[in-house]
């Protein structure tokens, strides 16, 4: 789904339309984030499971996150993952930054996408998001699809 609203990428940051929608700018346009489905929803919340208990168990220093954090993936794009494990370090720099939007600037450790068939779906999660990954050389990537698992590198 898409907004008419173009932003430049410091606007983007400080953007907040009082809802809690979720929004990712690609080339400088406001794309509003449809909500996932339930299937989606729980392959994430599984995922998301598995990576924060083995953070914990190694006791490493990272944090993992639902698609409540974005990475800039060029001059006027960031992009919202489904997962992404962070180091905390970059984690706490990121919580002491004063803006309303939580988009990092440095390559997260991993980031992980569920395909979403369909049109849309296929043109948003698997080419728009699999070029952003490829243009910013992000080694750590996993891609889901229902009922078998693709690893983009």
């Known amino acids: 789904m898409k907004t008419s609203v173009t932003l430049p990428f410091q606007d983007y940051l400080e ?11 690609a080339d400088g346009e406001l794309k509003l984030m449809t909500p996932a489905s339930p299937l989606h929803s729980d392959i994430i919340n599984f995922i998301f499971k598995q990576f924060d208990r083995e953070i914990e168990r190694l006791n490493l220093d990272y944090v993992v996150k639902q698609t ?3 990475i800039r993936t060029n001059h006027n794009t960031s992009r919202l993952p ?9 984690w ?3 919580r002491n930054i004063k803006i309303h939007s939580g988009v990092l600037e440095v390559p997260f450790a991993i980031i992980f996408e569920v395909f979403i068939p ?18 910013n050389k992000f080694l750590n990537i996993g891609l889901l699809i229902p009922k078998r698992i693709k690893y983009l590198f």
């Open 15 to 25: 953007y907040d339309d009082n809802t809690n929608r979720l929004y990712e700018l």
């Open 68 to 70: 409540s954090v974005a």
């Open 82 to 90: 489904d997962i992404c494990v962070i180091p905390k370090q970059d």
């Open 92 to 94: 706490q720099q990121l």
């Open 118 to 135: 369909g049109k849309e779906g296929r043109k948003r999660d698997y080419i728009d998001k699999k070029m952003s990954i490829k243009i």
